[in-house]
């Protein structure tokens, strides 16, 4: 218990220590509306002729990009670039001198800004889809709990992702392109418009892949929800999230051992 | 807790293993008063640091100068391998106070990173506190604790009581004790008034002392402090320094320093390792250094006129002439204080004469350069 305790201490200090940087996630606020009106603008014209594509009403795609947004943009970069620069300038001595484990340590620590920035967004994106679009085609409000749910663990798949990614700051002194490479991939896997919209062979190789569960995934259970289809893809995130927790395991303790390091 | 804790101890000394089944550390024979000699066998007792022939490669990307030799060094690059520390071997008592010691890029904050288990040896064994820092990193770091001088462990958007809080949940302290400690704490390093305040708002020397205070929130039995004091004024480093030997003095805390500051190392240790090019060219207490080493003595002297100087005896050299004072150093191991005094004495009317020991920083320097040999 003491030891998932100080997880809890550290998410707590990282919610005080997010509330600071007021200016950060006010900016992140008004990028992430902005996206999402643009979205609701691009959207409108391309549904101009058609009711339906791929299955999802002009509704939906607007809640589906809402959500994906909401997603990405909550997480952002800072657990990459926080490992990244830890490992490059020698500060991880610090935290190897520590009783904790190191990604716990980060993602709990990254938890608190990702919380904050989601409860901003949220209401914004919350509150522009019901002036724009109206609310959620066939939203039962039982449900929301599982979204919210759905919303959780994609974020903590994401936060893994991309603590992997920063981790290989172990080997590659520059390791930033690993980060945009697996940020564009991210965007094939479905964070501006639904899989289905994509040809079958590319939807086939996104859906096996794990960044489809970061934002297609959730989005596409939240807007068209069904209890059977949520239970799916909840599976199949946290088999992710495990799978993805012991690569990160493997990747540090390889690394840790490589340590060099810098300025003596 | 260990023996010396328990027992007065009068007189220390280690002896030779001799024993078959006796540990790396050796047998330390302890002579307590009224009960006569016993020994202890191990690491856990006396030696809490035990390092033996211990080494460090690095492996370093290296690409010459120019553009061809930039493509080369993509499609065939060349490595270079760097002996950051090369077959060490040293011991440190329980409540000892040590000055690890040498220049820039001698291997010292090397050895201390693998000593807490940060970097992995190339070779040879290290025991700390009866530990593997390899293997029990995350058990040994509840009985150490560390201060790197150009690195902070503080939150710094967060009042210093903020991250003693996350300090004590992350050292699974509990909130009973923790509030104790912080409160005694708080007092020893007189930083009752810097709690509330955002680390990014305090000095670098109110820094530095929250830094220490927040690595011994564990009650840890070694601390390991490198270069605590770099950039801080006269007063703030007495004031440090003061506070590291009251540490010593009342926990009992093993104190491990690196610093270029010879103050620090003066004024705390009575033992100090140098090391160079990563070896160990010197592991002597401090008096033995200065008793050893010691090949210079410096002469001010103050005289009534203005005087002329000029000395035709090799063993003294001017340092500083102007007007009515001088500086001489004296080579002691070529000619006496007494024929140097002497002279001086001939060239004028002495108002003043003090006669001091070389700085211990000429001698560590000299050490390094290889210029000094006992």
Known sequence: MVKIKKYWTVFKISIQNSLIYTSSFVTGLIFYAFIIFIFINLWRVIYLKKELIAGFTYNQVIWYCIVTELITISTGGNIFRTISNDIKNGAIGYNLNKPYNYIFYNISNNMGNVVIRLFFNAIIGIAMGFIFVGRIQGFDVIYLPLMLICIISAIFLNLILFSAVGLT???????????????????????????????????????????????????????????????????????????????????????????????? | MSVSNLLKVSDTRRVSPTRKGITPCGVTKIKVASVGFFYIQGSDYLNIITVEHLNKIFKTKVKKEGFRQSVRSILRPQYKTVKAVSDIGFSVQKGEMLAFIGPNGAGKSTTIKMLTGILYPTSGTIDVLGMNPVNDRMKLSFRIGSVFGQKSQLWFHLPPGDSFKLLGSIFEIPARELRKRISFLRELFEIEDLMDIPVRKLSLGQRIRCEIAGSLLHRPDIIFLDEPTIGLDVVVKQKI??????????????????????????????????????????????????????????????????????????????????????????????????????????????????????????????????????
């Open chain 1, 169 to 264: 700051a172990f080997w590659f002194e520059e390791n930033s392109a690993f980060f945009w490479i697996v940020q564009k991939v991210m965007f094939m896997g479905g964070l501006f418009f639904p899989l289905d919209m994509m040809p079958g062979w590319i939807r086939n190789i996104a859906l096996v892949l794990p960044f489809s569960y970061v934002t297609y995934a959730p989005a596409r259970t939240i807007v068209k929800f069904n209890p059977n289809d949520f239970s799916w893809m909840f599976l199949i995130q946290v088999t992710y999230i495990l799978v993805l927790l012991i690569l990160n395991m493997l990747i540090f303790r390889k690394g840790v051992k490589a340590i060099n390091v810098n300025g003596g």
């Open chain 2, 241 to 374: 320094r003061d506070l590291v030997k009251r540490l010593n003095r009342e926990e009992d805390v093993t104190i491990f320093l690196t610093s270029h500051d010879v103050g620090d190392i003066e004024q705390l240790c009575k033992r100090a390792i140098i090391i160079n090019n990563g070896e160990i060219v010197l592991d002597e207490s401090i008096k033995k250094i200065k008793y050893n080493y010691l090949k210079k003595k410096v002469i001010d002297v103050k005289y009534s006129e203005n005087i002329d100087l000029k000395l035709d005896i090799p063993s003294m050299t001017i340092v500083k002439a102007k007007d009515y004072s001088a500086k001489i150093e004296v080579d002691i191991s070529s000619g006496t204080i007494e024929e140097a005094v002497d002279k001086l004495m001939r060239v004028g009317s002495v108002m003043d004469i003090n006669i001091s020991d070389q700085p211990l920083e000429e001698i560590i320097s000299d050490i390094y350069q290889g210029l000094c040999n006992p």
